[in-house]
């Protein structure tokens, strides 16, 4: 950061003074000692005898003493008009030549900007000897190591700045000698990262007027000495490390009234605002952004009446926008972002007319966006995103002739986009340049109102009810646009086959058009283009040879949810380079493609892809792959799975799943240290857990369910895998007993080891399984943590997936998988009782150990699991009657005790009565669902449904009395003749005596 005052001198200044020679000479040792790529110092020569006319050079115009040296960068890095080349083409370099030191006379020394990078190249200690030395400025200058001591010399020293170099600290924030320098009225040590606290004797510089500690990674607490510094007016201590009593802003602050500029930003206080704030009425400049402040804004900022700037931002306000801000008329800067604010935006906010930039976004304001807000009319930013904000866009803001970015993305807005944003131009200071309008309920066709806008830079228009046809005739006064991102529509691109855009897109988002069924050839003539999404766009074609050439500068393809078919024709020599690209959901076939090592993320999952990963993994062992993310299921890949992982050892999730991969698990998998996700589900991988695995400590996801994998579970799982948040083994022929040391996998949220040949007891100690305690848990769907991704644009391959069978059916679970909890022991031979300590897991969601050999009674505890929702005991051996506390599970949707031995009443007055009689069947219970009644004297009868398991008794008595008749009555009349004629002259008896009454009747 070049400071205002780092300017370049006039050389012409004083005409009439005559450069001493010595010192001449003195200034020429200077400059050999001196890079100068930009020749700046084309001055400084022998044909120029006169040094005092010299570039930079200030001399006494009496005496001829060089007196001042303005030798600072011309160019600043932080500077968007220049890029990092031309600032260290404009800046000196090489070494500062101790011979400065005999320039007696000089006050002023000004080398900031410049590049003096060397090994370990320090502030050089020969400046504590220029006694004379009143103005000394060594920012952003590369110097690394600590201060030298003898800087304490330099006792006429008013003005310090050693900011924005690699200073190192003795445990305090400011060395001691500094706090000595009573002179100093400018002390700047801002981003030097010195560690430490900041000394008590700060307050002995007493002369200070500007003092600037930000970002020094201060910690302890700010001293009250710094209250002492009566003549401060600039106190910036933000982005530091401050602990404390309570972490509040210190309260001896607010009574520094002669402050006129405070920050302290970014440090996490605390607690509320002093209520003394008010106190501080000089003050232009009060950041209080990125801290933990909560409570209402205190009234007292009303008395600020000098203010300007004000930032709280990124902090727990959780109060309506205070009135007292409204009276703060002199106010051009009001970020407060990213709080909880609640309540309408006041139509007295129109009364600020000097704002010139507003910041709302990130609160939960609610109502419509007040028409007052076309009072002002100085506004260049109007930044209202995430919020609850409705209605329409009021026409009033078609005043705001500065307004240069407005962004209302992520509210509840609605109505067709007003004519006015388009006329946002002509005639006007400033032109719209950025406007983002996303993820809102707006309608209509918004390329009738913002077409005309030609200075528009940025337009994103995603997630919205926009919808229409967009030709050619829409897009072409857009001529300055860059970014356009309008997925999530219902637009129709129709344009010629040989149309050429007026613009240069560097980021296209147009997800969910209707741009095919080819693929666009317009985007051959965007030479810029970074981000490229056409997800879903209706394609059903290949993809044509010139995109992979003409785009070799893309770093994010998405072209998935299309029919794109054909084979991705690739070489070693001209492999795919994209960051990321995700081709997933379409019809490509043939070999998988060969990938450079710029890629990072890649996802061909849900297509044709054959053969085998030979080619494709094992290509180029000379250079280690930089990939993170392979996502290559639901492919037709065959074979066996490559061993040659060794040449990607940054990947974090692998994806093979639903392929036809064969044979043992490759041993070099195990050497992917950074692995966190590994799903190779249903393929036909043979052998016994792999023991290579024992190396991926990173581990949180592995599914391995649906192959041929057998032997034990080996106990190391729990030992070595003890992040691992999934473990998915599911229909496999693991057998032997589930090992006690995954009891050690503390962070485990899913457990499925269902369809196995696992016996022995389930183990008691499963309460050990803390993450599944815990009721209440992140919504955050990433089930890991995110990997080091240097990929500028990143998908959301961090927010992994797993097919669960939770309430009797299997389903896919993504953006919810944080929040569930599951344990599936189902279909094995395990014995025993189901341990007591199974109840402790109260935060456990789906409990399936159905189609097992438990005995024994139903927990008493299993009341205390408040958070299941799914319960499946059925098809085991167990006893007694069903526990009362079972009624406590209030979020219980799906229970099945089926076909044990359980007995008694149906406990009554809860949910149980409205599930299934289905159920219960197969027990001796009785009550509702069951249709069977409970007798008076306790006993139980059975029912057991009509599905044919177990003993109906129902049937069964039936069969026996059919049985019982027979042999009573129809029997006899087949054997004994006169039986049978006497019963026959009975029925004709009967039969007559209804004719009679019949007829009698009509």
């Known amino acids: 950061l070049i400071k205002p005052n780092l300017i370049t001198f006039d050389v012409n ?119 004379s030395l009143t103005h000394l400025d060594l920012a952003l200058t590369g110097f690394m190591g600590k201060i030298p001591p003898q800087i304490g010399n330099l006792s006429k020293l008013r003005y310090l700045d050693l900011s924005f170099n690699d200073l190192l600290g003795e445990g305090m924030a400011i060395s001691s000698f500094l706090c000595a320098m009573s002179s100093l009225t400018h002390l700047d040590l801002s981003d030097t990262g010195i560690h430490g606290k900041i000394p008590p004797q700060i307050g002995n510089l007493s002369n200070l007027v500007y003092l600037d500690l930000s970002y020094v990674v201060a910690n302890g607490t700010v001293p009250s000495q710094i209250g002492n ?33 405070l920050d302290l930003s970014g440090n996490g206080f605390m607690g509320k605002i002093p209520s003394q704030i008010g106190n501080l009425s000089n003050l232009v400049y009060l950041g ?36 007292c801000l409204y009276g703060l008329h002199r106010l051009k800067f009001l970020n407060l972002m990213g709080n909880n604010l609640h309540g309408t935006i006041s139509d007295a906010l129109g009364n ?81 340049t950025y406007l983002d309008l996303s993820m809102n309920k707006f309608s209509g066709n918004p390329f009738e109102s913002l077409g005309s ?82 997800s879903n766009t209706g394609i059903l074609d290949s993809i044509p040879t010139w995109f992979w050439k003409a785009h070799s500068q893309v770093l994010y393809l998405n072209l998935s949810h299309n029919h794109i078919h054909g084979e991705l024709v690739t070489t070693i020599k001209n492999p795919i380079s994209i960051q990321t690209v995700d081709l997933s959901t379409n019809h490509l076939c043939g070999k998988l493609p060969y990938l450079s090592n710029d890629v990072y993320e890649l996802d061909l999952s849900t297509n044709s892809f054959s053969e085998s990963m030979q080619d494709f993994l094992c290509n180029n062992q000379d250079k280690p792959m930089q990939l993170e993310f392979l996502n290559l299921a639901s492919n037709n890949l065959s074979g066996e799975i490559p061993d040659c992982w060794i040449n990607w050892p940054f990947l974090v999730e692998v994806n093979l799943q639903s392929n036809h991969f064969v044979g043992n698990f490759p041993p070099s998998m195990g050497s992917l240290a950074e692995l966190q996700s590994l799903e190779i589900r249903n393929n036909l991988l043979s052998g016994i857990f792999p023991t290579s695995l024992k190396k991926t400590s990173q581990l949180i996801s592995l599914d391995l369910g649906e192959n041929n994998l057998s032997g034990c579970i080996p106990t190391w799982v729990g030992e070595k895998l003890s992040n691992m948040k999934i473990l998915r083994l599911r229909s496999n022929s693991f057998s032997g007993h589930i090992p006690n040391e995954i009891c050690q996998m503390s962070h485990l949220q899913v457990l499925d080891l269902a369809k196995n040949n696992l016996s022995g007891n389930i183990p008691s100690c499963f309460n050990n399984l803390s993450a599944m305690t815990l009721v209440n848990r992140s919504t955050d769907p990433r089930i890991y943590s995110s990997a080091p991704n240097y990929a500028k644009y990143s998908s959301n391959y961090d927010i ?95 229970l099945d005790l089926s076909y044990n031995h359980l007995k008694g009443n149906i406990p009554t007055g809860t949910q149980l009565q409205t599930f299934d009689a289905s159920s219960f069947i197969g027990n001796n219970l009785c009550g509702p669902p069951l249709p069977i009644n409970c007798s008076s004297n306790g006993k139980t009868h059975s029912y057991e449904g009509s599905d044919g398991h177990g003993v109906n008794w129902f049937f069964v008595s039936m069969a026996i009395g059919f049985i019982v008749g027979f042999w009573i009555v129809i029997a006899p009349l087949l054997i004994c003749r006169s039986w049978r004629y006497a019963y026959f002259h009975f029925l004709d008896q009967v039969w007559f005596k209804l004719q009679s009454f019949c007829s009698s009747s009509i």
Not at 238 to 246: A, M, P, V
Not at 307 to 319: G, H, K, M, P, V
Not at 420 to 431: A, I, M, Q
Request: charged share 15%; net charge negative; hydrophobic share 35%.
């Open 13 to 131: 200044y004083l005409k009439e003074s005559v450069c001493i020679p010595s010192e001449r000479e003195t200034l020429f040792k200077f400059k050999n000692n001196l890079n100068d790529p930009s020749n700046r110092l084309w001055s400084w020569n022998h044909n120029h005898t006169n040094c005092c006319h010299w570039y930079g050079v200030l001399c006494h115009s009496v005496t001829s003493h060089v007196l001042q040296l303005h030798l600072n960068s011309s160019h600043s890095p932080f500077n968007d008009d220049h890029d990092w080349e031309s600032y260290r083409r404009w800046s000196f370099g090489g070494e500062i030549s101790p011979c400065l030191a005999d320039l007696k006379h000089l006050n002023y020394l000004d080398l900031s900007g410049n590049i003096f990078f060397g090994a370990g190249m320090s502030i050089p200690s020969f400046l504590g000897t220029m006694t």
């Open 288 to 323: 209080l952004g990125g801290n933990e402040i909560n409570g209402p804004i205190p009234g007292g900022i009303r008395n600020l009446t000098l203010l300007q700037n004000l930032d709280l931002s990124f902090n727990s306000f959780s109060s309506s926008i205070p009135d």
């Open 352 to 432: 600020l007319t000097s704002l010139v930039e507003l910041d709302l976004s990130g609160n939960q304001l609610e109502g419509t966006i007040p028409t007052s807000l076309g009072n002002l009319t100085s506004l260049v930013e109007l930044l209202l995103s995430y919020n609850q904000l409705e209605g329409t866009i009021p026409t009033s803001l078609g005043n705001l002739t500065s307004l240069v970015e407005l962004v209302l993305s992520y509210n509840q807005l609605e109505g067709t986009i007003p004519t006015f944003l388009g006329n946002l131009r002509n005639s006007r200071e400033t032109d719209l």
């Open 229 to 261: 510094l009566s003549k401060l007016r600039y106190l910036d201590l933000s982005g530091n490390e401050f602990l404390g009593e309570g972490m509040s802003i210190p309260s001896f602050l607010c009574a520094m009234t002669s402050l006129t500029h």
């Open 453 to 534: 806008l030609s200075k528009l830079s940025l337009l994103h228009i995603d997630g919205n009810n926009f919808q229409g046809v967009v030709n050619e005739d829409d897009l072409a006064n857009l001529t300055s646009l860059e970014e356009f991102g309008a997925s999530g529509n219902n637009f129709t691109l129709k344009v010629g086959p040989n149309w050429i855009p007026n613009f240069q897109l560097t980021y296209l988002d147009v997800t969910s058009w209707q741009i095919g069924p080819n693929f666009p050839s317009w985007i051959q003539s965007q030479n810029k283009l970074q981000y490229v999404g056409l």
């Open 800 to 894: 992994v997936s797993v097919l669960l069978w939770l309430k009797g059916r299997g389903d896919e679970y993504k953006n919810i998988l944080g929040l569930v909890t599951s344990i599936d022991l189902s279909s094995n031979k395990l014995l025993g009782e189901i341990p007591r300590e199974i109840t402790d897991i109260n935060g456990l969601n789906f409990l399936n150990l159905s189609h097992n050999q438990l005995i024994g009674p139903i927990p008493e505890g299993i009341g205390n699991m408040g958070s299941l929702q799914s319960i499946d005991f059925s098809r085991n051996q167990l006893s007694g009657e069903i526990p009362p506390t079972i009624a406590n599970l209030s979020f219980l949707s799906m």
